[in-house]
């Protein structure tokens, strides 16, 4: 148990479906992340949160709409995915975003577009 | 990019210790070397930290070369559950809004019975 909890931790979608990947800490942290997994490929980071603050977006599409409402709520809004967003979606936090303390992992919301 | 270097896929006999390298050359004065692990289907699991001397806790060794351009993981005695893809990483300690934390392919390790 990491303190970072991801919900869904499945979720199937068609490409017209609107839906959110929520992740909460307990942890106290101040910085919040989204990375993406593509199957046999590295993680990529997609959107930083630093203080709710949005200070990193990696010229990741409009579909994919963050969303930081406290430094304990993370959300991913998707809308009018294709079927190469089929990724395993990760939350992380830390302390903060400058700081080199360790990030912590949620389980991921493994997410398949049809 | 990364900047580091793994190999791709390593296998280690269980109750062996698990040596996995990982290649820095352009490291930097203030940058930390960092190990992370990710079991299948699960989020990266923070393993140890580094900046110049040999670390040491719970679940392994770091050894930093006396140039720290490359670094070893030890896993001293590995177990089946220790089969997992292992990311090096370096970043500085504290840096400004642009510092990134860039994974790359990292090394899949097998734990053999």
């Known amino acids: 148990e990491t303190g970072v909890t991801q919900t869904p931790r499945h979720l199937v979608m068609g490409m017209t479906n609107k839906k959110s990947l929520k992740c909460e800490q307990h942890l106290g942290h101040n910085a919040m992340y989204w990375y993406k997994q593509s199957a046999k490929k590295p993680l990529e980071l997609m959107f930083v949160y630093s203080l709710e603050e949005r200070v990193e977006n990696n010229s990741v599409p409009s579909r994919f709409s963050p969303e930081c409402p406290n430094s304990s709520h993370l959300f991913l809004h998707l809308h009018t995915l294709q079927p190469e967003d089929s990724a395993l979606y990760l939350c992380?936090?830390?302390?903060?975003?400058?700081?080199?303390?360790?990030?912590?992992f949620g389980s991921g919301t493994q997410l398949s577009v049809l | 990019d990364a900047k580091t270097t793994q190999p791709t896929s390593m296998d280690c006999a269980e109750g062996r210790a698990a040596n996995l390298p990982c290649n820095h050359s352009t490291i930097s004065g203030n940058e930390y070397v960092y190990w992370y692990r990710q079991i299948h289907s699960q989020g990266p699991q923070y393993i140890i930290h580094?900046?110049?001397n040999n670390e040491t806790n719970e679940m392994a060794s770091l050894i930093i070369t006396e140039d720290r351009k490359s670094s070893t993981l030890i896993l001293p005695h590995a177990t089946l559950r220790d089969t997992a893809v292992y990311y090096c990483?370096?970043?500085?300690?504290?840096?400004?809004?642009?510092?990134?934390?860039?994974f790359g392919k990292g090394t899949r390790l097998h734990i053999l019975p």
């Open positions: 990483i370096v970043r500085v300690w504290w840096g400004n809004r642009d510092d990134k934390i860039i």
């Open positions: 580094g900046l110049k």
């Open positions: 992380a936090s830390s302390p903060s975003k400058e700081g080199g303390e360790k990030l912590f």
